[in-house]
């Protein structure tokens, strides 16, 4: 039974992370860093609440925390793709705007409850000792396991895929073959925005079904150094959510249980794993592992092609 539990909370605390992951790697597979994750995360958390609480309708809170996180992302697009502006700086920008509106328009949303998603259990699936708990979720969690299958076979076996790669090894190259590189980056970074919008709506209506000011709680940031850790991989990428929402799930059943270890270490350990993530990704990289998009980061002009 503790494991069952232990393996729920992993699985649902990992779930709005894992949102984020995809998103980013949809980004960053066409060339672009959005390190405004966080803050697209807390604007879909608000806007996905705000539509649930005025309208009662959950679904349309998730297609509103999608749309509202992509015309932010759409911001992040135009400047870096079209104005070819600094990415990082971007994001940072991107992340400071969503933290700061979405406390200013979300203090009237602060307490008030909301009846979130519930479990929906498969038949039979369900029943299976231990991991049964897997198919006892949430909608979301389920689109979530869809989403990792369906990016990964967009992304490496159709054409959509490889033009996003293409775009994100050798933009001069894809640019030769007739893919507008310009167009592919944009609506990469929209639609990996609108991801991340998802993930925070899931804190917001199946989580902790509240609007809490900042409630991502840096899990934005801790996407970003997943994308490192899982290489650019959509299923490496659902490993990594899950084994950080294992983490965070065990610091808090540790704390529940009244555990002699200071509950600020505790809480620490979900963002030490993030650096011991990103300090093995640097020495992988050191070592010549060759796994990161070849133009990540750099902004694409046709006058600069050799």
Known sequence: ????????????????????????????????????????????????????????????????SFIFASLAGMIHAFITVYLRANQIV???????????????????????PLDGFKKISIPLLSKIPVVGVIFNQDILVYFSYFL???????????????????????????????INVFKVRFFSTIFGSGLAGI???????????????????????????????????????????????????????????????SAHILQMLPYLFTIIVLVIATIRLEKGAKVEPEALGISYDREDRR
């Open 148 to 178: 990792v299958v369906a990016l990964s076979f967009v992304l490496f076996k159709t054409r959509v895929g490889l033009k996003i790669r293409m775009c994100g090894e050798n933009p001069a190259a894809a640019d030769t073959a007739g």
């Open 1 to 64: 039974m503790m494991v069952e539990i232990l393996i729920d909370a992993t699985i649902r605390a990992g779930t709005s992370i894992l949102f984020a992951t995809l998103g980013e790697i949809v980004t960053e597979r066409s060339g672009i860093i959005n390190l405004g994750v966080e803050g697209l995360m807390l604007i879909g958390a608000l806007s996905g609440f705000y539509v649930s609480h005025v309208t009662g309708n959950l679904y349309l809170g998730v297609i509103a």
């Open 199 to 261: 993930g925070g709506a899931y804190l917001s209506l199946a989580y902790t079904p509240m609007w809490i000011e900042n409630m991502s709680a840096g899990r934005g940031w801790i996407a970003v150094a997943l994308v490192i850790f899982a290489s650019w991989y959509c299923y490496r990428a659902m490993f990594g959510a899950y084994l950080f929402g294992g983490i965070n799930a065990l610091q808090l059943r540790l704390q529940a249980i009244g555990t002699n270890v």
């Open 90 to 112: 971007s994001g940072l920008a991107l992340t400071m705007f969503g933290i700061g509106i979405t406390a200013l328009y979300g203090k009237k949303m602060i307490g008030i």
